[in-house]
């Protein structure tokens, strides 16, 4: 007869060892996670700035494009907005590209970029700067030209400008794009 006591101890861990194992194992892997997760986070901005306008233009999306994107156009809307007051931008006529890639200069060249996407009627992107922000730094402009009624919505977005340039950018849309492309196309 054997006694079951003598049994000589098993090679590998009870099942409650290995299971209090793997839940430790899955716990040290939770906290390294955790730890990613918080690393990968504090590379994200939470306090972006960025502006979101919706003007409605009396006048068709292919008129409003052309305004935007056609320089002699943007020359009339620079002289409605009554910018020629406090800057010299008469000295210089609009330059814009009509090609992807493109470049623009507008407003005697205080304002500089490249045409991003061209979706004639549609939509407009730009990398857009104001010469007055560091060497380099370019935002993003994007125009969706909506169709409202006779008329034209632009959902525009503004993003990655300068941290404190919000304000200022938000008027200045309103004053030097948005009202004087209603005088100019109404």
Do not use: C
Not at 7 to 15: D, Y
Not at 122 to 137: D, N, S, T
């Amino acid at each position: 007869m054997s006694n079951t006591n003598n049994l000589a101890p098993t090679q590998g861990p009870t099942r409650r060892q290995a299971i209090v194992g793997v839940a430790i194992a899955f716990g040290g892997l939770a906290v390294v996670s955790t730890k990613s997760w918080a690393r990968a986070e504090d590379e994200i901005s939470r306090t972006a700035e960025s502006i979101h306008q919706e003007p409605i233009i009396k006048a068709s999306r292919s008129r409003v494009y052309e305004a935007l994107t056609e320089a002699k156009q943007f020359d009339k809307i620079v002289l409605l907005s009554g910018v020629m007051q406090t800057m010299h931008v008469a000295d210089k006529p609009a330059e814009i590209s009509r090609e992807v890639g493109g470049p623009f200069s507008l407003f005697g060249g205080y304002i500089t970029g490249r045409h991003v996407e061209l979706v004639p009627n549609e939509r407009i992107v730009q990398a857009w700067r104001a010469g007055a922000w560091p060497a380099g730094i370019y935002s993003i402009a994007r125009f969706d030209l909506v169709e409202q009624g006779s008329g034209t919505r632009i959902v525009f977005d503004h993003t990655g400008f300068p941290e404190g340039a919000a304000e200022s950018l938000a008027s200045g849309w309103k004053a030097h794009y948005w009202e004087p492309m209603q005088k100019l196309l109404a």
